[in-house]
Each structure stands twice: as structure tokens, then as C-alpha cells.
């Protein structure tokens, strides 16, 4: 996966806004990239996913699990 620098911006509401721009090539990369992203979370994150049906957002979502130690299925 390749993945440009992360775009940070802090509302006035005080939510911090992390922006991702990467490319994935396979249902695995998308599930790597997903239990990665999980390693960076500390709690109460909230995650909005947008894309079409079948852009890897669940595939996304199982990898997140996986990377928090969720055994149960996604």
C-alpha cells in the first residue's frame, strides 16, 4: 500500500481530523492496512468510511478488528 502523509486539522469543536490517501491492491493489503491503522487507536475513535459498494470498506473494518484482537466474525 502506498500511503501519502496524513492531513491533520483540528475543528474549533475540538475534533481532530486525520485525512489518509493510499492505494491497495488486494483484499490482504486493505486488511494489513486496517490492523495497522488499529495499532495507532487509543479509544473513542470515530471512523466515517465513504466509498461505493464493494471499495473495501468492510474488508477495511474486518482488518481493523483483527489488528484490536476481535476474535468474533466482522
Sequence with gaps: A???A???KALD???LIHTVQTTIHS???MKAFGAALAG???GGECIQLIG???AGKTT???G???GLGIDEPI
Excluded: A, M, R
Design 2 to 4: 502506498n500511503c501519502s
Design 6 to 8: 496524513p492531513i491533520t
Design 13 to 15: 469543536v475540538g475534533i
Design 27 to 29: 483484499e490482504d493489503e
Design 40 to 42: 495507532h487507536f487509543v
Design 52 to 54: 461505493d459498494v464493494g
Design 60 to 62: 477495511l473494518v474486518k
Design 64 to 66: 481493523i478488528g483483527q
